[in-house]
């Protein structure tokens, strides 16, 4: 394999950044590879972009991805957990023609059963992953979102191509000799794209990304059961398209993924909307303020929903027959003053019974409205169930004596012409018509007076293309912790210096939950973010430094939190830098107790998702949409709503009638677990002596004294 390329010297970049796995931060300077091995320990090296970039050209010669031998796993495998995780990002934000090379040498890599199959798992890894499985390792819920995010838009590209299933069904006949292999990796991708595994993993990644920015998220297409039905559909007919007429085996295969397709039935997105209707069928608000007739709608669609899901997973009914949120929506339309409400959880409460009780358990009601007309029709809604008609219902039935009449002429208005099929006309006769079409001969006319100008020179300086300009040496955001480190130090160079400050923040929380680079360097950075001083007059330096400070803080609570304690008392900083280190204590604290978002507004951590065209400009708008006012817009607005809310509320029951013609609700229990809120995860409980209060107090006490 002489055309491959090998490392020949290797230079370790920092002792201390090693993974936990043994990978080391190198620079190779690479001119041969002799062997597939070698070019997988470059990937698990974590190798620099220019690197990365000829690894991956030399493997793609030389690897077969459809041919799943122990070594072919492997690489996809680091592709996947190492090289996606600290190169995607960048990649996507990287328009030269290398990133845009190995951006595509990614793709192509991954693009096979083995590439998809190592994405999905991926994706159920962090979904799945625990806060505390480890004490070294936690990932916090903004660095899950931010990977889900990266890889769901790593698997849109490796599925974007309508002829994905006839790809791999080609290279899997080309790759292996042996059907029995074919058919098992075939079942498998069966199972990945038919079954609905890769449509329930990617709609779950994309609902926890977009819990984390829900207005900045764009929902994946993959997630989408609708669109990823359409996607399915359109590969399934390029793959029967492609079928030669004599191959048994292409055809068997296309009607094993047709048969798991058309049972994939939108399961999951039935479950969802299933969920959100109940939600708001038992909401208290709702039901004293929707309109009655929204409510009849939400009742309905409830039920079709229930019977759906039903048929297809009638444990999902019989789990959520059970559930607290099932019966506070009972007991809250039961309790309600109308009657007309009330009636309504009444029919919902006997279909659902109906269906995952006995016969001598189920719910009853002694009421006239569950045996009228109307009554049957609601509860008898969860057994509607659509089938598929005949092909002949589509075609188009042709009444004798009548036809469609095309004709095309120059005229200056659009005539409809009545074409009589005989003398007589039938009263119920439709009227066939013909319409002509426009063409106005004054349109080559009308512009006739207008001047022509001849198109203007191109500029070489307004352009990317001219030699003088383009900058060579332009800088790459960083993707290790030594890159950032040498980056936030080199402030000579505007560039590298801005985009390293810029970076600081949502690197050092990726790479909090991989290996020790964060843990290893931490002081080291909040040494170094501590002491920065802004020499380029950078309009948003306070906010980034504090971002990063906030970040490393989170990352490792309790000695950085013991270690900023000591640096405001003996570190020798300004009163500015003092009061940055009081600060990312505060906030950070506040993050690790569960009230991250909270502070999003003063710690800017959203990014910004208004039009331009709305804002002022540049100078006026940094004097009156300051962070300040923000924080102020919003404190207003929650003491607003903590007043007005609960005196609606009372006005609503007031108005439903006195407390003795109200119906109670089941029991005093479910009323009492309804009103209880859910306890907030608090990460600063285990920390907050040793790394916070007692540090503080402790050196303010020697230094008051003294």
């Known amino acids: 394999m002489g055309e491959l390329l090998v490392?020949?010297?290797?230079?370790?970049?920092?002792?201390?950044?090693?993974?936990?796995?043994?990978?080391?931060?190198?620079?190779?300077?690479?001119?041969?590879?002799?062997?597939?091995?070698?070019?997988?320990?470059?990937?698990?090296?974590?190798?620099?972009?220019?690197?990365?970039?000829?690894?991956?050209?030399?493997?793609?010669?030389?690897?077969?991805?459809?041919?799943?031998?122990?070594?072919?796993?492997?690489?996809?495998?680091?592709?996947?957990?190492?090289?996606?995780?600290?190169?995607?990002?960048?990649?996507?934000?990287?328009?030269?023609?290398?990133?845009?090379?190995?951006?595509?040498?990614?793709?192509?890599?991954?693009?096979?059963?083995?590439?998809?199959?190592?994405?999905?798992?991926?994706?159920?890894?962090?979904?799945?992953?625990?806060?505390?499985?480890?004490?070294?390792?936690?990932?916090?819920?903004?660095?899950?979102?931010?990977?889900?995010?990266?890889?769901?838009s790593l698997l849109e590209l490796v599925l974007e191509r309508d002829d994905f299933l006839s790809s791999v069904w080609s290279n899997l006949n080309t790759s292996l000799s042996e059907p029995q292999r074919r058919w098992l990796l075939w079942k498998e991708l069966i199972t990945l794209l038919g079954n609905g595994r890769i449509l329930s993993t990617a709609s779950e990644a994309d609902l926890f990304v977009a819990r984390g920015s829900p207005t900045i998220h764009k929902r994946s297409w993959i997630s989408h059961g609708i669109e990823y039905s359409a996607w399915l559909g359109r590969n399934l007919g390029r793959f029967i398209e492609g079928s030669p007429g004599t191959d048994a085996y292409h055809k068997k295969a296309w009607a094993q993924m047709l048969e798991r397709a058309t049972s994939l039935g939108h399961t999951d997105a039935l479950k969802t909307a299933l969920s959100n209707s109940l939600r708001a069928f038992g909401d208290k608000i709702s039901i004293q303020h929707t309109p009655i007739i929204r409510q009849e709608g939400t009742t309905e669609n409830l039920l079709l929903l229930a019977g759906y899901v039903y048929r297809k997973d009638p444990q999902h009914i019989a789990h959520m027959a059970r559930s607290s949120v099932y019966l506070n929506a009972i007991s809250n339309r039961l309790a309600a003053s109308s009657a007309r409400q009330s009636v309504l959880g009444m029919y919902v409460g006997t279909a659902i019974s109906e269906l995952v009780d006995p016969p001598d358990k189920r719910m009853k009601f002694s009421s006239e409205e569950l045996t009228n007309a109307e009554g049957q029709r609601y509860i008898n809604l969860t057994g509607i169930q659509d089938s598929i008609g005949l092909t002949e219902d589509l075609k188009r039935k042709k009444?004798?004596?009548?036809?469609?009449?095309?004709?095309?002429?120059?005229?200056?208005?659009?005539?409809?012409?009545?074409?009589?099929?005989?003398?007589?006309?039938?009263?119920?006769?439709?009227?066939?018509?013909?319409?002509?079409?426009?063409?106005?001969?004054?349109?080559?006319?009308?512009?006739?007076?207008?001047?022509?100008?001849?198109?203007?020179?191109?500029?070489?300086?307004?352009?990317?293309?001219?030699?003088?300009?383009?900058?060579?040496?332009?800088?790459?955001?960083?993707?290790?912790?030594?890159?950032?480190?040498?980056?936030?130090?080199?402030?000579?160079?505007?560039?590298?210096?801005?985009?390293?400050?810029?970076?600081?923040?949502?690197?050092?929380?990726?790479?909090?939950?991989?290996?020790?680079?964060?843990?290893?360097?931490?002081?080291?950075?909040?040494?170094?973010?501590?002491?920065?001083?802004?020499?380029?007059?950078?309009?948003?330096?306070?906010?980034?430094?504090?971002?990063?400070?906030?970040?490393?803080?989170?990352?490792?609570?309790?000695?950085?939190?013991?270690?900023?304690?000591?640096?405001?008392?003996?570190?020798?900083?300004?009163?500015?830098?003092?009061?940055?280190?009081?600060?990312?204590?505060?906030?950070?604290?506040?993050?690790?107790?569960?009230?991250?978002?909270?502070?999003?507004?003063?710690?800017?951590?959203?990014?910004?998702?208004?039009?331009?065209?709305?804002?002022?400009?540049?100078?006026?708008?940094?004097?009156?949409?300051?962070?300040?006012?923000?924080?102020?817009?919003?404190?207003?607005?929650?003491?607003?709503?903590?007043?007005?809310?609960?005196?609606?509320?009372?006005?609503?029951?007031?108005?439903?009638?006195?407390?003795a013609l109200k119906i109670r609700t089941f029991s005093s229990r479910m009323e009492v677990e309804k009103k209880r809120t859910r306890p907030i995860p608090n990460a600063l409980a285990k920390v907050v002596a040793d790394g916070f209060f007692f540090p503080l107090t402790g050196r303010f006490s020697m230094h008051t004294q003294g």
């Not at 620079?27 to 091995?37: A, K, N, R």
């Not at 100008?453 to 290790?480: E, F, H």
């Not at 560039?495 to 360097?521: M, P």
Request: glycine share 6%; charged share 25%; hydrophobic share 35%.
């Open 399 to 659: 009444t004798p004596g009548k036809q469609m009449v095309f004709r095309s002429a120059r005229a200056s208005a659009i005539q409809q012409v009545q074409q009589p099929s005989s003398s007589k006309q039938l009263p119920n006769e439709s009227r066939i018509i013909s319409i002509e079409e426009l063409e106005s001969e004054s349109n080559s006319e009308e512009n006739d007076d207008l001047p022509t100008y001849a198109r203007p020179d191109s500029d070489a300086s307004d352009s990317d293309d001219d030699p003088t300009v383009i900058n060579r040496d332009k800088p790459t955001a960083p993707v290790y912790i030594n890159d950032l480190i040498s980056g936030l130090r080199d402030t000579e160079n505007y560039d590298r210096h801005n985009l390293a400050l810029s970076h600081a923040s949502s690197l050092i929380r990726r790479k909090a939950a991989f290996g020790t680079e964060v843990t290893d360097n931490a002081q080291e950075l909040a040494s170094i973010l501590t002491g920065l001083r802004d020499r380029w007059d950078m309009s948003n330096f306070e906010e980034l430094r504090l971002q990063g400070m906030i970040a490393v803080l989170v990352a490792q609570p309790l000695e950085m939190g013991q270690w900023f304690s000591a640096t405001y008392f003996n570190g020798d900083y300004s009163i500015s830098q003092r009061a940055a280190v009081l600060t990312t204590l505060g906030l950070g604290a506040r993050e690790l107790a569960g009230y991250g978002e909270d502070d999003a507004a003063l710690t800017k951590s959203n990014q910004d998702t208004s039009f331009p065209s709305k804002k002022l400009p540049p100078k006026l708008h940094a004097l009156y949409a300051s962070s300040e006012m923000e924080a102020i817009t919003a404190a207003s607005t929650e003491l607003e709503q903590s007043i007005l809310r609960p005196m609606a509320l009372n006005a609503a029951d007031a108005l439903s009638g006195p407390n």
């Open 7 to 152: 490392p020949i010297k290797t230079t370790a970049a920092h002792s201390r950044g090693e993974r936990e796995e043994g990978h080391r931060h190198s620079l190779y300077v690479v001119e041969e590879l002799q062997s597939l091995e070698q070019a997988l320990e470059v990937l698990r090296s974590c190798p620099q972009r220019q690197v990365l970039l000829k690894v991956l050209e030399s493997i793609s010669g030389a690897l077969d991805i459809h041919s799943h031998t122990p070594l072919t796993s492997q690489i996809i495998h680091a592709l996947v957990n190492d090289i996606v995780t600290d190169h995607w990002s960048v990649l996507n934000d990287d328009k030269s023609g290398n990133g845009r090379k190995t951006k595509g040498l990614i793709v192509r890599l991954l693009s096979g059963v083995g590439g998809v199959s190592a994405i999905a798992t991926r994706m159920r890894l962090l979904i799945n992953m625990k806060v505390e499985s480890s004490p070294k390792i936690q990932l916090s819920e903004s660095g899950r979102a931010a990977l889900l995010a990266e890889l769901l």
